[in-house]
């Protein structure tokens, strides 16, 4: 039996798919982490169990251009096609391998370029003083905006004791020596 590995939202039975092939075409839809569903493509491609790698975007399934190279060159090896929205390639014919190179090369530069756009931004908020990372514990952030302690007495206690004892000692390991007794 040929596998078709879909790791995207189409439902069974579109792009291609019809009645008549269901019957030697088993879906096989992986929602698992990036590199470990790589890892069992590879696996059904080497057993032979893949005819057609298929998604929305293939270039997406490998996080690098060296994973994407290797489903590239298993693919060609194991005559498995690879499907996306654009259409079907053939990994061992030059043409088709040289567009799917350049769809992973494109993809990885796109993945780095909106890190660095996201890495921007964080700066730019933290510039004009509106970035928040995570409060430390016994802090919540107020609808205002403004950082307040947790309204919880207790919590309220443990933090006053603990910035006390800093200030009387300028240590805080005799708090948390003290802590451990």
Known sequence: MRVIVRFSTWPAGSRGVTMSYRKH?????????????????????????????????????ARSCRDWHQ?????????????????????????????????????EAELHILKSRMHEGRRAKARRGELIMGLP?????????????????????????VFAVFERRRSIMVYLCALAV
């Not at 096989?28 to 169990?49: K, N």
């Open 25 to 61: 075409v088993r879906w096989t839809d992986l929602p698992i982490g990036r590199r470990r569903r790589l890892v069992v493509i590879l696996g059904e491609l080497i057993l032979g169990h893949v005819g057609l790698v298929l998604g929305i975007e293939v270039s997406r399934l």
């Open 71 to 107: 489903l590239l060159e298993m693919c060609a090896l194991f005559d498995t096609l690879i499907g996306d929205a654009d259409g079907i390639y053939d990994p061992g014919t030059y043409n088709d391998r040289l567009l799917l190179g350049l769809k992973g090369t494109m993809s």
């Open 137 to 161: 514990r016994g802090y919540v952030l107020k609808p205002s905006g403004d950082v307040a302690l947790d309204p919880d007495e207790g919590v309220q206690q443990a933090i006053r004791q």
